[in-house]
């Protein structure tokens, strides 16, 4: 899946309101995924509806995404997290994101859709951009991600992304993609 890198604003084929660009957007064909603003933040830990979210956004996940970035200023920048936003309609659908800074060259990927939009392909091309997007990260060679034993779905997804199952325990599936 090919992705690209914009500075510019992406543009939806419809007219429904969208986050204020913050300047780096990744666009895939399906997809934008644009870094969460401090507004977007406290909407969700306040518990604001905001008329460009998926009725079931935010999830449990970007609950906790929103509760990380409130305090975390080094995961807004360029490579770290991002709202996934439906190309087509403008809807906010889940989050993606790198938790920066890189440990020793490697950085984790972490996503969530919410369920009305879950079957689309849409975490599969999320991640594939994300991958391919860490790499363009100074001294990043490897991307990867945990999952839990009782998700498998997560890890067929990571699979379609181009992530490798590497290693296991009794709890936790493991991958991870290296740099080409």
């Given at each position: 899946m090919s992705s690209s890198y914009?500075?510019?604003?992406?543009?939806?084929?419809?007219?429904?309101?969208?986050?204020?660009d913050t300047g780096t957007d990744l666009t895939t064909g399906r997809l934008i995924l644009r870094t969460w603003t401090a507004a977007e933040i406290a909407a969700v830990l306040e518990d604001v509806r905001s008329p460009h979210w998926a009725a079931d956004f935010p999830a449990e996940?970007?609950?906790a995404i929103a509760g990380f970035l409130a305090g975390r200023q080094d995961a807004l920048g360029p490579y770290g997290q991002r709202q996934i936003i439906e190309r087509a309609g403008g809807l906010v659908v889940g989050a993606i994101g790198l938790f920066w800074p890189p440990d020793e060259g490697r950085l984790e990927v972490g996503y969530g859709i919410v369920p009305?939009?879950?079957g689309r392909g849409y975490a599969t091309e999320a991640a594939a951009a994300m991958v391919e997007f860490a790499f363009t990260a100074p001294g990043v060679h490897t991307v990867f991600a945990d999952v839990e034993l009782t998700n498998p779905a997560s890890g067929?997804?990571?699979?379609k992304a181009g992530l490798e199952?590497?290693?296991?325990?009794e709890k936790t599936a493991r991958y991870r993609a290296v740099a080409p």
């Open positions: 914009s500075s510019s604003p992406c543009s939806s084929s419809s007219s429904s309101p969208t986050p204020a996940g970007d609950r009305s939009r879950r067929r997804v990571l699979e199952h590497w290693s296991s325990d």
